[in-house]
């Protein structure tokens, strides 16, 4: 609402004064309701030609990569000394990777197959082993895409040294996609290889 800050504003900063403490010197909004001044000469600190001014596009859709915008965001917390840029690693992580690496294990166990050539989809596989069509049948969801934070997840999780129980968490699910894909790989035993 001011042309410019008082001194006295800067100073209280240095001091982590209060925000109410010099509410006083300040002229807000809040302070002008029920006035004439309430829709008019509202001040402000910095010009501009145009208000909707700004990035053409953010720097999130420029980057092409997860791992490209969990490192710039993680630079950028880095640098701004207000952020912790450990909190930032393990809002990420808990809200964003766990969450979606979880959703991506469910849809994988329940997902639906195709066919590769008549786009036909099956909820289970065909006793034959391949299409009506005679055609391959393809999963839906691919392994890689259910992967695909792991790796990132546990080497900043590691980096930032997040706390035991999240650090267990992304063990946990790690472990479960272990035991989920490696049991394509089984190899065939016979009865004797147990005696």
């Avoid at 700004?54 to 965001?73: C, F, H, V, W």
């Avoid at 701004?80 to 991506?104: E, S």
């Avoid at 699910?173 to 190899?187: A, G, I, W």
Wanted: one cysteine or more; a neutral charge.
């Amino acid at each position: 609402m001011l042309w410019e800050y008082p001194l006295e504003f800067y100073q209280a900063c240095m001091e982590y004064k209060h925000p109410k403490e010099i509410d006083s010197i300040m002229d807000q909004v809040s302070g002008r309701i029920g006035s004439t001044l309430q829709y008019e000469s509202f001040g402000f600190t910095h010009d501009t030609m145009d208000i909707s001014e700004g990035p053409r596009e953010s720097a999130y859709k420029t980057l092409e990569t997860m791992i490209d915008k969990m490192n710039a965001q993680l630079e950028l917390a880095r640098k701004i000394r207000a952020v912790d840029a450990k909190d930032v690693v393990y809002r990420v992580i808990t809200k964003h990777f766990l969450p979606d690496m979880i959703g991506n294990l469910k849809s994988f166990s329940s997902q639906s197959l195709r066919c590769t050539k008549c786009g036909e989809k099956y909820r289970r596989i065909p006793l034959c082993g391949h299409c009506y069509c005679g055609n391959n049948l393809t999963l839906t969801v691919h392994e890689k895409s259910v992967k695909k934070y792991l790796d990132i997840t546990k080497e900043i999780s590691e980096k930032f040294e997040l706390d035991t129980y999240t650090q267990q968490r992304i063990a946990i699910v790690e472990e479960s996609m272990r035991s989920l894909f490696q049991s394509d790989k089984v190899k065939r035993c016979k009865l004797t290889d147990f005696m």
